[in-house]
């Protein structure tokens, strides 16, 4: 197994001070990764060097990822401060006291005292269960509401003050829905999870982020070539077979996976790539220590950026809304949402 020096591995600075690694392992098995095989891979990971794990109640593998925490902090391999550790709580755990308990569930399962950050998973209480279809609907959705976000968001600040969480985040957000909910909140996210890979760069909304003290961390960041069927459809472009990565790849000698995780480090924004292969994990750390992108080949990559989102989140559509686009706020207002 090939060692990589965590203090070799870039870091951010969030507003606390408290530094998050600049890479961090994804979790979420795509619904084909079991959970004993996303246990391995941490396990692994952890020996390899990792040091940022991005965890969720709903992936269903939180309580074998705890285990395997409790056991490299046993065995002396890692120390628990050296760790930054990432949860979400889920759609149907937004209402009163439902936080508290999602967020103790999760501290129970991942076998913790405190978590380094608590992400809203998506801003909406709308609910669809795991491994379900692509024509899967919820019909008690609600579109978003300020509202019924800051009551959500009220809740995520007092983990905070309880000391079960360093800090606290959103994901799935757009620009609209941040410039409405950041005015508001009593305690700032510390970084927003969002989709960022070559082919959809979210410019707007990344700049937005960062202006805000903000880190963005990028999910799907090689454009998840096993991502779930209902996350599929006919217009998709992959990311990987693109040939502006693949000459820049050439040019590395390395695959063009190592080129969007360096080119993301080098942007700004924290990846999280998801593989259960050593092999694969391991370059993927490996990758941000050494050859970096030069100067060129970063303005090169900006010609990836096509809106290919593939996370479009059509199943959390409420009643009368037909588009998934409708999630995301396609005129950049607040129109589409409950008032
Ligand atoms: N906040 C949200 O709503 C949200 C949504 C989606 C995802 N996420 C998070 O983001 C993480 C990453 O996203 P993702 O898992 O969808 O996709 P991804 O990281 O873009 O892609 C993962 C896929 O790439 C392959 N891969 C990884 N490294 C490779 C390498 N070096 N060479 C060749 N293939 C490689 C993996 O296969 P192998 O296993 O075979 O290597 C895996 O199938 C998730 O695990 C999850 O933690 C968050």
């Given amino acids: 197994m090939e060692k990589i020096d965590p203090a070799k591995v870039p870091q951010r600075t969030l507003y606390t001070g408290a530094k998050m690694p600049a890479v961090g392992m994804g979790t979420f098995g795509s619904d084909h990764a079991t959970a004993e095989q996303v246990q391995e891979a941490v396990r692994g990971a952890i020996k390899v060097g990792y040091r940022h794990f991005d965890c969720a109640a709903c992936y269903g593998n939180e309580a074998q990822i705890g285990q395997v925490f409790t056991e490299a902090f046993a ?4 120390k628990r401060e050296d760790l930054f550790i990432v949860s979400k709580v889920w759609n149907d755990m937004h209402g009163k006291g439902d936080v508290l308990l999602a967020c103790a569930r999760t501290l129970k399962d991942l076998q913790l005292d405190y978590l380094d950050m608590y992400y809203v998973h998506w801003p909406f209480p709308n609910y669809h269960p795991p491994k379900c279809e692509g024509t899967e609907r919820n019909p008690d959705s609600k579109p978003f509401s300020v509202g019924r976000f ?22 799935n957000m757009t620009l609209p829905k941040l410039k409405a909910v950041l005015p508001l909140c009593r305690i700032k996210p510390a970084a927003i999870e969002m989709e960022l890979h070559p082919c959809f ?27 779930p069927e209902r996350d599929r459809t006919a217009e998709d472009i992959a990311d990987l077979e693109q040939p ?91 129109a589409l949402w409950d008032k």
């Fill in 75 to 78: 065995a002396g391999e890692v």
């Fill in 150 to 171: 800051m009551a959500t968001w009220r809740q995520m600040e007092r983990l905070v003050d309880m000391g079960l969480t360093r800090h606290i985040g959103m994901s």
């Fill in 201 to 227: 760069q979210q410019q707007e909304l990344f700049d937005y982020v960062r202006s805000q003290g903000i880190q963005a961390v990028g999910f799907c960041p090689l454009g998840s070539p096993d991502r």
């Fill in 244 to 334: 502006i990565i693949r000459k820049i790849a050439q040019a590395h000698g390395v695959h063009p996976v190592l080129v969007a995780i360096k080119w993301a480090v080098q942007r700004g924004q924290t990846p999280i790539p998801f593989s259960i292969k050593e092999k694969n994990y391991t370059s993927n750390l490996k990758c941000v220590t050494e050859d970096p992108l030069t100067e060129e080949e970063m303005e090169e990559m900006k010609k990836m950026e096509c809106n290919n989102r593939l996370v479009k989140g059509q199943v959390f559509l409420w009643p009368g809304a037909e588009d998934w686009q409708e999630l995301w706020d396609p005129d950049g207002t607040d």
